[in-house]
């Protein structure tokens, strides 16, 4: 199997981007005029207050996962706040995926354009910010109840739901058969998305990458029973290379902007790793089995959820008890250089744990799972791990059941 980056999606930086010293220039020289129209923009929101609230924020387009939760996060709160009196806007540079941007647009008001996001950034975000007429779109992880207190916010149109029937028959997949997603994440789509920026910029993220060839087992074995499995990715690192019928190297043959949103959106489940894309299926409320889970700190988000966390291993290459990791501080890092300075090594789940946790997944949702004696008291202990102020308590998710009786050592 070659190693073969595949090419940027169609959404690449531009020369502009790519042009740092130029664009540092511009930024400077316009600035006083983005500061006089923010200022602007800010009386008349005062202004306006007796009889709307104008609320303005910033999507966080330009990242797929980021582009996806953090908007739904906020739709969703807004639901739960039914807040009348606000009228809201969001600005926007160019979205990493144009299908989800167009389903936002719908839901709410955004504003895509260089000149209103320069407004904002350089001009009305500096007043607002910290005020009542700040709309924060943040992500910390560990908006379970958030998220369970309303339904997906996001939705296809009639026409989009034939065109992606449409698009499952062109890959070989009859509408109305079962498929699942799967994805491991790699370091090409920082790389290839991002080439004005070095590899060492972007070489915090990769204790988060792990190999593709520790999932095809798994997927193997949920294909043989008549699911398809799509393998997932704006870009990837490595072609599946040939694969028994029924899996399909979708990343690099048949990727669209508007199709990932679509089959994560209608698939039976995803199996996924630490990445911006396994955020996508639950804002539509699809259940997500993740493998290499990290940082330690952090879980999945829905009640049908699974995950299991990497293992971490010490100087001397013995695995670390996870109570220990908590010791240290580590449950929430997420730069992978402070694990090298502390000589702790994160680890990728292995083949077997992936395939373990797929099938209960697949079990589990066709209501063929049956649990083992002492399968609870290791959930138990797992959650015990963290205090009662830590960010994950209250995870709705569950750990792995497999993985926990292989690694139960772990847990002490």
Partial sequence: MTTTAMAAPKNSPSVWMARPKLRSFVITATKPFFLAGGLIAWLIIRLLEPWRRVRVGMLVYDRIGHLAINTEISLRESVRRRASREYTILVSGPPANRQLFEMIARRTRVWRSPWALRLFVHGLAPLIRGTRFELDLPFEGNEYETLASAGPQLSFTPAEEARG?????????????????????????????????????????????????????????????????????????????????????????????FADVYLLAHCKFMLAS?????????????????????????????PRDLFIPKTYHDASGRPMA?????????????????????????????????????????????????????????????????????????????????????????LD
């Fill in 165 to 257: 029937r449409n698009f499952l028959r062109s890959m070989g997949v009859e509408p109305g058969r079962p498929y699942i997603c799967f994805h491991s994440r790699d370091k090409a789509y920082l790389d290839v998305l991002h080439p004005h920026r070095t590899r060492g910029e972007w070489s915090y993220h990769d204790y988060r990458d792990c190999a593709i060839e520790n999932y095809l087992p798994a997927v193997r074995r949920i294909a043989a029973r008549g699911i398809a499995a799509l393998r997932m990715g704006a870009v990837a690192e490595k072609p599946l290379g040939a694969e028994p019928p029924g899996i399909i190297d979708y990343a690099t043959k048949f990727r669209d902007d």
């Fill in 274 to 302: 630490t990445s911006g894309i396994c955020v996508v299926p639950p804002i539509f409320n699809v259940p997500v089995a993740l493998a290499n889970f990290t940082p330690l700190g952090y879980a999945t988000w829905g």
């Fill in 322 to 410: 996870y109570r220990r990791l908590m010791e240290l501080g580590t449950s929430r890092w997420t730069e992978g250089n402070k694990f090298t300075e502390a000589g702790i090594a994160v680890v990728e789940n292995t083949a077997e744990d992936i395939t373990d946790l797929a099938e209960e997944m697949d079990a589990r949702l066709d209501g063929r799972w049956i649990a083992e004696p002492g399968d609870e008291e290791l959930q138990r202990r797992y959650r015990a791990l963290f205090p009662a102020d830590h960010p994950i308590t209250g995870y709705p998710a569950r750990v792995g059941a497999a993985f926990l009786r292989r690694h139960k050592s772990l």
